[in-house]
């Protein structure tokens, strides 16, 4: 419970974050997120979150940073991911990714997309930050 308390305070804080900074909240640009799972992390202070992503053609994803680590799987569709000091790539459906700690990253959809994600990150800290 302490956990789920923790993530929904991740993801109000965020939400604000990206607001006052003027980044257009993911739902604005028809980005469906949906947790299906969380679930505290072996050691301490961490916290495991299993997700999926929705997104519709030509959604640009600002660039952002997470406390922690980004696994993602491409499930559905096609999309251009931006890591910083890295060249752009293109994944498609069956393609995967992992983003480190802090690294800032994003993105364009080519098409609808759908992704699966697990994030391993602290849990007292927003999920994501504006980059």
Do not use: N, W
Request: proline share 8%; with cysteine; net charge positive.
């Amino acid at each position: 419970m302490a956990s789920r308390r923790a993530f929904i305070a991740c993801a109000i804080c965020s939400a604000v974050g990206l607001v006052a900074t003027g980044v257009t909240p993911a739902a604005a640009q028809g980005i469906q997120r949906k947790t299906l799972s969380t679930i505290d992390y072996p050691g301490d202070g961490k916290v495991s979150i299993l997700m999926t992503l929705e997104a519709p053609e030509g959604t640009v994803i600002p660039r952002h940073t997470h406390p922690g680590i980004e696994s993602s799987v491409v499930t559905k569709g096609e999309l251009e991911l931006e890591m910083q000091g890295l060249p752009t790539r293109r994944l498609v459906a069956g393609e995967g990714f992992q983003v480190p700690p802090g690294l800032p990253h994003g993105g364009r959809t080519l098409t609808k997309c759908r992704l699966a994600i697990t994030y391993v990150v602290e849990k007292d800290k927003p999920l994501a930050s504006p980059a």
